[in-house]
């Protein structure tokens, strides 16, 4: 530093190069530490050198008219300038009024090439300071009156040799000069005297070195000085004083006394320099008391902040303020410029969360919430705008989890952009706030100046208007509102605030959106909207209604909306029953009126076959005590003296029961005792409903509820921080559950079962249910580590899924062309399921292996639990489906030790893959009922050797799950299809619950060429059928050398050594061609389970080649799909057929369309595709299917009136009068032509005309709206 001011000036102080001391001012580093010791150099040009940096480079956000130097009488060194306040500061509002085009402080250059005058007219934002330094304070003491005499003299230019060599070598640029001369040229400031009844102005910077220091002693010891001087002070205009405290190899210390405050000391600017308070936009947290805290980066400047209330009032809002400065010569390229904004930025960022971490230690950190950090870049960035908002927005995410650990909701950049080199800069704000944990919300602004008032306020920079649009940029931080204390409370539960869930769903919802519309085929139209809602509330009579109302304002801890989701299954929107737990209210337990809300919010979901989704944050029932009796009731002891003896009874006092005796809360017995009337409690019922058992009714029956839901509809639930007791078997009855990483699902606390066992054995919740159990036993279906990612989970499952119960499934655009071949094919060896499913990255050609359904459609559940099956739901050519796969690798199931039982330990149980045991069995099942009850087609990819059948696992019960997976095909209502793949076998048990005839209507087995199915493996039948006698048999039916022996065996006259030594060759031989037979052997085996035996035999479909198997499913699946939709409508026309009779009648009515030459294409399923979905197009020329639907209903309902006056001869008459009523006078005419033309037995006509009635016939009496 020392050579650079050398370098500035020569040794003898004649020449000055302004350049040299401007890579001081403009530096990154902070020198103000390295600074203080050229402020007291030998050499009397570094002296006035260092003062200088030191003012400009403090200075730096303001516009410095003017700076002199000068020498006090005992020759220190003194430092004189004027200044302008910044553009945005309240004073500068006329100047900013009366010059509108200005929207900033402007620089030489632009005063220089203003077209119009510039307002003269600032006395209310031109302010004069004085800087000297100090060896001790007693030197400043004696030269006080002599440097306020500096205040009433003038800035007239001195003859001044460095003053004039500055002048003649400065350049006019700000950012490259330090110059002199005022750009307001009709200001005499050497004229200038500030009358004293005006605001004071000057200000005064005292440096002084101290050997060492403590800040409350000298504190005081300045504060006393500025006392015994106050009058001084002010006639003289002293704005404030600061100490600048210089210790050395320390950064200085700063003490500033205001006039405002009496030159008492401002605590929040010790140790800040205050001209570069208005850099740290500290009057912006003027809501807010606040306590400055050391930080060990002197560029931080860190508070905590508590919120200014009322007196009286409790503190909820505290938080912590980190702010810091940016300091760098302007950079020239945008290239440069980008690149300095993200690497300082994400430095200082860094910086940031660094002291963040070490605040934290501070007492009342674990109140702070919403913490704001606030970087100020003064140079100018030479960049686009636009690209501003994606880095930082990248860079935030990058730290997200750490930013979210530290509460940082807020954080404020300020930075002057100039788009171009030859354009002027703009002032930009990037606001980032994430207030509700789940979206970072990025709005940008630019500072302009309001024509009509001079304010400068914030202006959105682009079409989007951030919520500090127009506003002023001096705007103070507001405090927490009501949401964000609720916010606070619930995220401190490490959940999201129940009413951010609709919104949570709506970016979720916008995310598919992008996601979707980025691939090729996508379409680009978004909605308008992505989600709208209306909440369900209890009205006063208890049912339930739909209101618009402000989030917060619910009475109970249940929270419910009919919400329309707006997805790209379903742009025209589909609606879905949400159902959440508020955590914020009597920490979201369950009361009679929050199960009331659960109820009839299921109930509707049931109603409208809509799906119901419940988001769980409980605490399960309610407990409560009577409070109006628990601050009356009294102790009747054994012995008052002695309150160890024990109690008699409860009771109250004649006064305070006739307070509580209207309430109906308390049962009581008057009695005598001790000498005086009491009321002996026996039963307390409380005057509030849901202190106790009725809170367990109203439990069981939205337990009831939820049962019922699973079968009528689809039921997703989410928990979030926890779910107790009833919340715990809702969320199980619901099935469906997405876990969040750190919630559990338990019974009782960890807490409550210590003291149940006597000792500590567990030490969490998360323990007893966190994933880790869930998840790994099947309750939870998925976890996810974020709320945020829970919803998107939500919104997956539900898009595979129709929007209500017996519509359409909701089918996607093809975009994986269904014309392809699988790139993987399955092998002998082990594999991994999923790889056959989705497909997998080829390491050798570096390209993907593509599976068997769409690419990215794949979605799996219950991974973590019963590995040796593998199931999920995926699209095959954009139809969704549910998938069951099986393992092919040995798995390790790891069973975890309980702490309760000091015997138990943990193990780790190998499961052989092929195999069903007991939980993969369960976990089969319960993924087949839930396909069903999603109205979900489903491909079993079955590759099963058989069931377990050990001591152990029939002790778990296997037999019991496998009949599960019977019981569930059996009730399956959509196309099944069971594809044995490449090089699967489905033998014995296995085969047996999954066979076809288990359901006819829907079941359907096909199988690759190079499968296997049979009773036993190849190697077991050779056991039982294939025993060593017949392989013996076979050796001597084809082997020469066995029959030749065989042969010689059977002369008669051979001898015993003979005899013997022909038995010997022939083991011999039979030993020797044994290993090889037993080969044969089970190659004829296998030659009886191969797929062409299984069509013959008519228990399979078809053979399938693997590589085509895609194409083909494809067009069956659709094929089924239309055929079930055509079969349901033949149905409702006529109820009494069958699923088989309406197949049979489809297809004649297809033969009777395409003709007898064409009725072979009924075997082509595309070709069968094409016709169904021709005949269902309202446009049809020829619709076959529907005339024959109408004619069909025509004959049900005539065989149903047949029957029904067959049975009831009596209702004849009246049924042929009502119809009569409701014909047209011409089919009554017609009507009566075909009575007449009938005749009875005997031939005589039926009814003449004679006999018909004369008068007319009565016109139709209308008919009751009950009838």
């Not at 945008?334 to 070490?358: H, I, P, T, W």
């Not at 009509?452 to 951030?466: I, S």
């Not at 989704?613 to 109006?628: D, K, P, T």
């Not at 030659?1087 to 035996?1093: A, E, K, Y």
Request: hydrophobic content about 35%; glycine content about 6%; charged content about 25%.
């Amino acid at each position: 530093m020392e050579s650079i001011f050398l370098s500035a000036i020569d040794i003898y102080g004649h020449d000055f190069h302004p350049e040299n001391l401007q890579k001081l001012i403009m530096s990154e580093t902070s020198i103000f530490d390295v600074l203080q010791e050229f402020f007291y150099h030998t050499n009397r040009a570094v002296r006035m050198a260092a003062l200088e940096v030191y003012v400009r480079r403090s200075y730096t956000s303001y516009e410095l008219t003017r700076l002199l130097h000068t020498d006090l009488s005992n020759n220190r060194c003194v430092v004189q300038f004027e200044f302008l306040l910044p553009s945005s500061h309240p004073n500068r509002v006329p100047h900013n009024r009366l010059n509108p085009v200005i929207s900033h402080v402007p620089s030489f250059d632009e005063i220089d090439r203003l077209d119009f005058p510039l307002c003269r007219e600032l006395d209310n934002c031109q302010r004069m300071g004085c800087m000297a330094a100090f060896a001790k304070l007693e030197d400043f003491e004696e030269t006080f009156m002599e440097i306020l005499d500096l205040f009433n003299g003038s800035l007239e230019e001195e003859n001044d040799i460095l003053e004039m060599s500055m002048e003649e070598s400065s350049s006019r640029s700000m950012n490259h000069s330090v110059s002199l001369g005022s750009p307001f040229p009709e200001f005499n400031f050497g004229e200038r005297n500030l009358p004293t009844e005006k605001e004071p102005i000057h200000i005064l910077n005292v440096a002084i070195r101290f050997d060492s220091f403590e800040d409350n002693t000298q504190s005081a010891r300045f504060a006393r000085f500025c006392s015994r001087h106050a009058e001084v002070l002010t006639a003289r205009g002293i704005r404030r004083i600061t100490y600048v405290c210089f210790v050395k190899k320390q950064h200085p210390k700063f003490f500033t006394y205001r006039h405002r405050d009496g030159f008492a000391e401002d605590r929040i600017y010790r140790h800040l320099e205050p001209a570069l308070a208005f850099q740290l936009e500290i009057n912006r947290m003027q809501n807010y008391e606040l306590e400055a805290l050391a930080t060990s980066n002197q560029k931080m400047h860190l508070y905590l902040g508590k919120a200014k209330v009322a007196k009286g009032q409790e503190v909820t809002d505290y938080r912590f303020f980190i702010r810091s400065i940016i300091r760098h010569s302007d950079l020239i390229t945008k290239e440069a410029s980008f690149e300095y904004l993200q690497n300082e930025g994400e430095r200082l960022l860094l910086e940031s969360m660094d002291e963040l971490e070490v605040a934290f230690s501070h007492p009342m950190a674990r109140r702070t919430d919403c913490n704001h950090i606030f970087l100020n870049f003064v140079p100018t960035v030479i960049m686009d705008p636009a690209k501003i908002e994606e880095s930082v927005r990248g860079m935030v995410m990058r730290y997200g989890p750490r930013l979210w650990k530290l509460r940082v909701l807020q954080a404020e950049l300020r930075m002057i952009i100039r788009p171009s080199p030859n354009e002027a800069t703009v002032p930009i704000r990037l606001n980032l706030a994430n207030e509700s944990g789940y979206y970072l919300d990025v709005c940008m602004y630019k500072e302009v100046t309001d024509p009509k008032t001079g304010v400068v306020k914030f202006e959105a920079y682009g079409p989007r208007m951030g919520p500090l649009h127009g506003l002023q940029v001096s705007t103070p931080y507001v405090t927490k509102d009501f949401l964000q204390l609720k916010r606070f409370q619930a995220q401190s539960n490490g959940t999201t605030y129940v009413y951010d869930y609709p919104e949570m769903f709506s970016k979720m919802t916008e995310k598919m959106w992008k996601e979707y519309t980025s691939t090729k085929d996508g379409c680009n139209d978004l909605p308008s909207i992505f989600c709208s809602s209306v909440e369900l509330v209890l009205n006063s009579q208890g049912e339930l209604s739909e209101q618009k109302r402000i989030p917060g304002e619910n009475d109970i801890g249940m929270v419910a909306w009919r919400m329309t989701l707006f997805t790209p299954e379903y742009p025209e929107g589909r609606d879905i029953i949400l159902i959440c737990n508020d955590i914020t209210y009597m920490i979201g337990s369950f009361g009679p009126r929050e199960d009331r809300l659960f109820l009839l919010a299921s109930e509707l979901a049931r109603k409208l076959r809509i799906p119901r989704v419940y988001i769980a944050a409980n605490s399960g029932a309610r407990i409560g005590l009577a409070e109006e009796i628990k601050h009356l009731f009294r102790i009747a002891w054994v012995d008052p003296n002695d309150p160890e003896k024990g109690f008699k009874y409860l009771y109250l006092t004649p006064e305070d029961y006739k307070k509580v005796s209207s309430m109906n809360s308390v049962r009581a017995e008057l009695m005598e005792d001790d000498g005086e009337a009491r009321y002996k409690i026996t039963d307390i019922i409380g005057k509030e409903d849901g202190l106790g058992v009725e809170n367990l009714r109203f439990s069981g029956m939205i337990a009831g509820e939820s049962s019922q839901a699973y079968k009528e509809t689809v039921t997703i639930s989410m928990v979030t921080c926890r779910a107790i007791g009833i919340g715990t078997y809702l969320v199980r009855l619901g099935q469906r559950v997405i876990q969040i990483d750190n919630s559990h699902i338990i019974l009782t606390g960890f807490g409550a079962l210590n003291k149940l066992l006597g000792r500590e054995v567990y030490s969490s919740n998360g323990q007893l249910g966190g994933i880790q159990i869930m998840y790994n036993n099947g309750t939870s279906h998925r976890t996810d580590v974020n709320d945020l990612d829970g919803i998107r989970s939500i919104l997956r499952w539900l898009s595979y899924i129709p929007k209500s119960k017996g519509s359409a499934l909701p089918i996607q655009p093809i975009r994986d062309p269904i014309e392809r071949d699988i790139g993987f094919v399955p092998t002998k060896t082990p594999y991994d399921p999923r790889w056959m499913i989705e497909g997998k990255q080829n390491n050798m050609s570096n390209c993907w292996d593509s599976g068997f359904f769409d690419h990215g459609s794949w979605d799996e559940i219950m991974a973590a639990w019963a590995k040796t099956v593998v199931t999920g739901r995926a699209r095959l050519g954009g139809i969704p489906i549910g998938v069951i796969a099986v393992e092919t690798r040995t798995v390790e199931l790891k069973l975890p030790a309980d702490p309760a039982n000091i015997d138990s330990e943990a193990k780790v149980v190998s499961q052989a893959g092929q195999v069903w045991f007991p939980d993969s069995a369960f976990k089969t099942a319960q993924a087949i009922q839930d396909f069903n009850n999603e109205e979900l087609p489903l491909i079993i990819f079955a590759n099963w050797r058989g069931f377990s059948g050990g001591m152990k696992d029939m002790y778990d019960q296997v037999v019991k799950f496998g009949a599960y997976i019977v019981d569930n095909l059996r009730d399956y209502k959509q196309p099944i299809f069971v594809y044995i793949p490449p090089f699967g076998e489905l033998r014995g048990g296995a085969w047996v619950v999954i066979d076809a005839t288990i359901n006819e209507d829907y079941m359907e087995m096909y199988a690759d060429p190079e499968s296997r199915g049979g009773v036993l493996e190849p190697e077991g039948t050779v056991e039982v059928k294939f025993k060593l006698k017949d392989l013996f048999k076979t050796m001597a039916r084809l082997d020469p050398t066995v029959r030749k022996i065989r042969e010689q065996l059977a002369k008669t006259n051979l001898t015993p050594q003979e005899k013997s030594e022909l038995e010997r060759k022939l083991n011999d031989r039979e030993k020797l061609l044994a290993p090889m037979y037993r080969q044969v052997a089970t190659q004829f085996a296998d030659s009886h389970d191969t797929p062409v035996r299984m069509q013959e035999k008519g228990v399979i479909q078809d053979i399938i080649p693997w590589r085509r198997a895609r194409m083909f499913f494809y067009w069956r699946l659709r094929r089924k799909l239309r055929e079930n939709e055509v079969c349901q409508m033949i149905q409702r026309a006529n109820p009494e057929l069958n699923k088989g009779q309406a197949e049979a009648m489809l297809r004649r009515w297809f033969v009777e369309d395409k003709g007898t030459i064409d009725a072979y294409l009924w075997d082509n399923n595309q070709d069968v595709v094409d016709w169904l979905t021709n005949q269902l197009d309202q446009n049809c020329p020829k619709p076959i299917i529907v005339e024959n639907l109408r004619c069909l209903k025509r004959d049900s309902v005539l065989s149903k009136m047949r029957s029904m006056t067959h049975d009831l001869p009596e209702i004849r008459f009246d049924a042929v009068t009502h119809m009569v009523q409701e014909m047209s006078p011409t089919e009554r005419n017609e009507l009566i032509k075909t009575l007449i033309k009938l005749e009875v037995p005997g031939g005589a006509p039926a009814v003449t005309v004679d006999a018909l009635p004369k008068s007319p016939i009565p016109p139709p009496v209308q008919a009751d709206s009950d009838q």
